[in-house]
Each structure stands twice: as structure tokens, then as C-alpha cells.
């Protein structure tokens, strides 16, 4: 069961990364249109990135006799120097193309999600001792909360209805981190094809809904990121939809694994051939370390591609294309820099 596990969470991770890279180059064209639809609502399709990161981190973290010191020490220790060898090796290249960016210049902005999982580990050994002494049956409560204060502050930011109602413990990656400790442990009485199935459409339905949104045939829906509450800033999507979105697409690639017949188990046993098994690793072992450096190329296409007089088709041709070569260049530099000694432990590759 180990392996099977350690096989659904690299894949999560290659498929996160994608995500995160694809939806900045979305970015790069953020007014372009199709067929007059603007294209930037399609970034619904990959908003799950962050959430199963964390959701990740959760399922390989939790309930684990911790001891405070080692335990951060480790993790901590593991972010933070490849986190500040990108900042400076981004600085410097955002310098030599004689350009500027908001977030080099502000070292707190570089970069969101390292502030938000540095937090996230910092609050482990304690959020761990609930799971440690809690059922599961006891951690649906703590989604509930999750799920309920998702819909209640995005109601009372839309209609602005002052509310004193304090639940943001739950309204925050905390949340992200339990659900995905629990779905990771939870077996659900279905077939595994149903399951997957069901989990594609959940998909589908989820970010059709959430485009909707963004388009502003929807805007109750449009997007609920945290800085839109009373929280700290961020830009973690804690909207309702964005909640069961990443829910599906965990349970689905979890439940792949598990298939034994039909289309989902050819799909399987492609994953488990032996190039495709070894790449996804090695994906999943370089995802931090290219999270941190693909802004370096996303400028690029920013600076010299985002100019350019393009169509929607050639947009939306251009967005695959920088996102599959920001992918893989961003891939190829942290393996070969995990390889060199000295720098590997910088190199985000682990």
C-alpha cells in the first residue's frame, strides 16, 4: 500500500506543478480573447495546484510521532536555502535584463507560496496532535467548518455584510492540510472506476462553474482568494469550488492507482511503465526547485512574447507551448542542478 501511495502523491505533484507553471503564463495574456471569451478563464482548469500541494503535505505529514526541533529543522532547512539561492539568482537575471518585477523587489512578495507552507510546517507539530488523537470520523468536523466558511465569507464578501464571525483557523491552508491527510486515509465503499469517474466529473462540473465565473456569467463564483478575507494576504484560492476541485482531482489520481479493469487501468499500467514511472519522480523530486525557478522563463515570454500581435488561436497555441517549455527547462536545471554537489541542497531537488 506504501508504494501505491508514494505512486498517487508524485503524480499529484507533476500534475500540481504543471498546473502552477501553465496558470502563470496565463498570466502573461490576461485580456487576449477567442471567439470573444477571454481566454484567462480557462485558468480554472489549473487552480488546483497550490491547494493539492498542500493537501500533499498533509497526507505525508500527518499523524507522525513529530519532535518539534529535528522536525523543523529538516523541513524548514529544505525550503528556505533553495528559496533564497532563486531569489537571488531571479534577482539577478530580472537586473541583467534591465527590467523590473514587484516581487524581486520586495523579498516578502517573492514568491507567496514559501511564506504560506513555511507557515504551514510551522503549524504542523502542533495541527498533528489533533490527528494524532482524532478519528477519523472526528476530522469531518474540522472540514465541515473548512467547507461552511468557505460559502459563509464568500457570501457575506459578495453581498458586503459585516460579520464578526471568527472561523478563519478553518479558512486557511490548515484546512487544505486536513482535508488532504483525510482523504488520503479515507476509503470510500465504491468501485474504484466509479470512483474516478465520478471524480472527473466533479472535475469538470467544478471548473466549468469557476470559468463561468471568471467570464461574469457568475460572479457570485468569480474566485474567493484568501486576501479577499479577513485573513493575512495570499492568494490561496479558499472558495468552496476551489475546495471540492482539488478534493476530486486527489481522490481521482489516488483511486487510479487502485484500478484493476477498464480504460483507468491501461492508463495505470502506462503510468507504472518504466520511463513514465521514473520521469513522474523525478518530477515530483524536482517540483519545489521548479516552483521556485520558473518565473525566470515566465518573464521571458513576458518581456518579449506578451508585445507580439497575436490571435486568440495563436494565444492560446503560445500559452501550451511556453507552459511545456517552461516545464521542461524548468525540470532539466533542477535535476542537473540536485546533481552537483554543494548546490544540490539548493537546488529545491529532493
Given at each position: 500500500?506504501?508504494?501505491?501511495?508514494?505512486?498517487?502523491?508524485?503524480?499529484?505533484?507533476?500534475?500540481?506543478?504543471?498546473?502552477?507553471?501553465?496558470?502563470?503564463?496565463?498570466?502573461?495574456?490576461?485580456?487576449?480573447?477567442?471567439?470573444?471569451?477571454?481566454?484567462?478563464?480557462?485558468?480554472?482548469?489549473?487552480?488546483?495546484?497550490?491547494?493539492?500541494?498542500?493537501?500533499?503535505?498533509?497526507?505525508?505529514?500527518?499523524?507522525?510521532?513529530?519532535?518539534?526541533?529535528?522536525?523543523l529543522k529538516k523541513k524548514v532547512n529544505r525550503i528556505v536555502y533553495p528559496f533564497i539561492f532563486f531569489y537571488i539568482l531571479t534577482f539577478l537575471f530580472v537586473f541583467l535584463n534591465?527590467?523590473?518585477?514587484?516581487?524581486?523587489?520586495?523579498?516578502?512578495?517573492?514568491?507567496?507560496?514559501?511564506?504560506?507552507?513555511?507557515?504551514?510546517?510551522?503549524?504542523?507539530?502542533?495541527?498533528?496532535?489533533?490527528?494524532?488523537?482524532?478519528?477519523?470520523?472526528?476530522?469531518?468536523?474540522?472540514?465541515?467548518?473548512?467547507?461552511?466558511?468557505?460559502?459563509?465569507?464568500?457570501?457575506?464578501?459578495?453581498?458586503?455584510?459585516?460579520?464578526?464571525?471568527?472561523?478563519?483557523?478553518?479558512?486557511?491552508?490548515?484546512?487544505?492540510?486536513?482535508?488532504?491527510?483525510?482523504?488520503?486515509?479515507?476509503?470510500?465503499?465504491?468501485?474504484?472506476?466509479?470512483?474516478?469517474?465520478?471524480?472527473?466529473?466533479?472535475?469538470?462540473?467544478?471548473?466549468?462553474?469557476?470559468?463561468?465565473?471568471?467570464?461574469?456569467?457568475?460572479?457570485?463564483?468569480e474566485n474567493y482568494a484568501a486576501n479577499t478575507s479577513p485573513m493575512l494576504s495570499s492568494w490561496l484560492d479558499v472558495s468552496f469550488l476551489q475546495i471540492i476541485q482539488a478534493a476530486s482531482i486527489f481522490v481521482g489520481v489516488k483511486y487510479l492507482y487502485l484500478s484493476s479493469n477498464g480504460i483507468y487501468s491501461h492508463i495505470k499500467k502506462f503510468l507504472q511503465s518504466k520511463i513514465i514511472s521514473k520521469f513522474v519522480l523525478s518530477v515530483s523530486r524536482a517540483s519545489y526547485g521548479m516552483y521556485l525557478m520558473n518565473l525566470m522563463p515566465t518573464l521571458l515570454f513576458y518581456y518579449y512574447l506578451q508585445p507580439l500581435t497575436l490571435t486568440g488561436t495563436q494565444v492560446c497555441l503560445t500559452i501550451i507551448l511556453a507552459s511545456l517549455a517552461t516545464f521542461f527547462i524548468s525540470w532539466i536545471i533542477t535535476v542537473i542542478l540536485g546533481k552537483i554537489p554543494y548546490i544540490k541542497v539548493l537546488s529545491g531537488y529532493y
Open positions: 500500500m506504501a508504494r501505491v501511495r508514494l505512486e498517487y502523491i508524485d503524480l499529484l505533484k507533476l500534475l500540481s506543478i504543471l498546473s502552477i507553471i501553465t496558470l502563470h503564463a496565463f498570466k502573461v495574456w490576461t485580456q487576449a480573447e477567442i471567439m470573444g471569451i477571454r481566454i484567462y478563464g480557462f485558468t480554472a482548469l489549473v487552480k488546483f495546484g497550490v491547494p493539492v500541494f498542500i493537501m500533499i503535505s498533509g497526507a505525508l505529514l500527518l499523524n507522525r510521532e513529530i519532535e518539534i526541533g529535528s522536525f534591465h527590467q523590473t518585477h514587484e516581487q524581486t523587489q520586495n523579498i516578502f512578495a517573492f514568491r507567496w507560496y514559501f511564506w504560506m507552507i513555511l507557515g504551514v510546517y510551522l503549524s504542523i507539530p502542533v495541527i498533528n496532535k489533533y490527528i494524532l488523537h482524532s478519528k477519523l470520523k472526528e476530522l469531518e468536523y474540522f472540514i465541515i467548518l473548512f467547507l461552511f466558511a468557505a460559502v459563509f465569507y464568500e457570501i457575506t464578501y459578495y453581498f458586503g455584510i459585516t460579520q464578526y464571525l471568527y472561523l478563519t483557523l478553518f479558512l486557511s491552508p490548515l484546512g487544505y492540510l486536513v482535508l488532504g491527510y483525510y482523504l488520503s486515509k479515507k476509503e470510500f465503499n465504491m468501485n474504484a472506476n466509479k470512483i474516478i469517474t465520478l471524480s472527473i466529473i466533479i472535475f469538470v462540473l467544478t471548473t466549468f462553474l469557476k470559468s463561468c465565473g471568471i467570464w461574469g456569467y457568475l460572479p457570485f463564483i
